[in-house]
Each structure stands twice: as structure tokens, then as C-alpha cells.
């Protein structure tokens, strides 16, 4: 199936066991599920997931007054490089410019190229370091500004 066939939604309490298996199989610091329940219930949190017969990604952020931290993005390893990614994101930055958001930021391990050329490709720009911040990797800190500019949400949209 295509990255076009893939409904991107709401993440829910019934994708959570999903979610924190893949984090376990995947990620080197995985959420457990307490960890997504707490998000989903938290107050000012924005999770989506993509759906294609079952869950394939997601990706979460916390909006704090006009800022989008992003907390999470997976997608899995069979699904990856097809843009289902930046799929996720741009539907992120949209939900978070809904909820007042006009900035977005996120922390990406230094190693991981692919990540960073997709937020690039999402206007973000490198603003600092956190070294260690992964134990066994540094943070690269990414900002993006004015996200809810007409201009630039066109522009997500026209490139996806």
C-alpha cells in the first residue's frame, strides 16, 4: 500500500499497548505504556497516528502556550523513506497551529540523518546542542518559527 493509503488520526488508549511494543522493538529508550496513556490524557497534547489496517507511526507534541514541543515520531522500519514521516508531521503542525501554536521545536539524535533532513525540509533550523541528552548521543535542538503563517502551511502542504 502507498503512503497515501495510510489514514492519519487521532492516536487512542486502544493503540497504546501497539504503540509501546513498536518503542520496544525500535527505540533504544522506548516509552512504556504508562508513558502514552499519561500523554494522551494530559492536557494540551496532540497524538496522531497512521492507520493502514493497524497502526504503522505516530508522533505527539505538547503545546505550551504559542510553542509545539514534538515529544515523538516513529514510523516503522517497513514504512519508512516512502514520506508517511512528513506525513505525520505536517498533520502535526497543523493540529498544533489549531491549538494556538505558532513556533515548533524538537530535540533529534545527531546521528539520525533522516530525521534531520525531513525537519529541515519542514523549515526547521539547528539552534544548539544538549550534549548527552540521548546518553548515547547528543541532541540537536531544531526550531521553527511562525508555523502558523498562511505561507508557510501552503507550502507544507503543496510539498506533501
Known amino acids: 500500500m502507498g503512503v497515501d493509503m495510510i489514514t492519519i488520526r487521532p492516536l487512542s488508549e486502544a493503540d497504546v499497548a501497539t504503540a509501546a511494543a513498536m ?11 504508562s508513558v502514552f496513556r499519561d500523554e494522551l490524557a494530559a ?5 496522531l497516528a497512521a492507520d493502514e489496517g493497524g497502526l504503522v507511526g505516530y508522533a505527539g507534541a505538547l503545546i505550551v502556550v504559542d510553542e ?4 515523538n515520531v516513529f514510523v516503522e522500519p517497513g514504512h ?7 506525513r505525520l508531521m505536517v498533520a502535526l503542525i497543523e493540529e ?9 521545536t524538537l530535540e533529534v539524535r545527531t546521528r539520525n540523518e533522516a530525521a534531520r533532513a525531513l525537519y529541515a525540509s519542514l523549515g526547521m533550523v539547528p539552534v544548539g546542542i544538549r550534549p ?8 540537536l535542538i531544531m526550531w521553527a518559527h511562525d508555523i502558523d503563517d498562511p505561507s508557510y502551511l501552503e507550502g507544507l502542504r503543496r510539498e506533501s
Open 23 to 33: 518503542e520496544a522493538e525500535h527505540q533504544p529508550a522506548p516509552w512504556p505504556e
Open 132 to 139: 548527552g541528552y540521548y546518553g548515547d548521543d547528543d541532541a
Open 68 to 71: 509545539a514541543h514534538v515529544t
Open 43 to 47: 492536557p494540551s497534547r496532540v497524538y
Open 96 to 104: 498544533a497551529v489549531a491549538y494556538g501554536a505558532r513556533h515548533l
Open 80 to 86: 519508512r523513506r516512502g514520506g508517511l514521516g512528513r
